[in-house]
């Protein structure tokens, strides 16, 4: 591209930073990061989310907070897609508290938490065989006017059919969601 007297913009950038995340790749990454800056652009929001996504999904926990907390020093502001890649990559490290830290703190900087959000804290707590909490952000979720995915839908159902899971999870359960 540049060989043409082309220059890559943001969202080219974007789209190989994308693909370096998604196959793992983080050194090529923020190698490629690097040259965002140097080419005079400003990484944008997308630009840090496709990182912070990519640092969650290699288990890199702390490089991606780390990330998240620095917008604001940078002058952007996390957005909702911001949180729910750190607290989907938390929650698959089976840290739910920190997860539910970062949801809290999302709204308190009036950052709201979107249907997708909901559902993937909720799958998480579903998976843990923590109901009480699940049901809690069910009807958080619902009362908010998003509805569970297919999903968390079928956790749910799976939940229902195994014989291990405490009869009064069962019952709360069933009540919750109106099953005879």
Known sequence: MQ????QPNLFTYATL????CEEKRL???LLLFKMIEDDGLVPNIVIYNILIDGMCK???LDAAKEILLSLPMKGLQPNTRSYTVLIN???KQGKLKEANE???????????PDGYTYNIIIQAFLQDEDITRAIEFLRLMLARGFSASACTTNLVVNLLCDD??????KE?????FNIT
């Open 58 to 60: 290699a288990g890199k």
């Open 89 to 91: 990559g938390l929650c």
């Open 27 to 29: 050194d090529e990454a």
């Open 172 to 176: 709360v359960l069933r009540k919750f």
């Open 164 to 169: 291990g899971l405490d009869p009064l999870h």
């Open 102 to 112: 970062f949801l809290n703190k999302m709204e308190e900087k009036g950052c709201l």
């Open 3 to 6: 060989t043409h007297g082309q």
């Open 17 to 20: 930073l994308e693909c370096l």
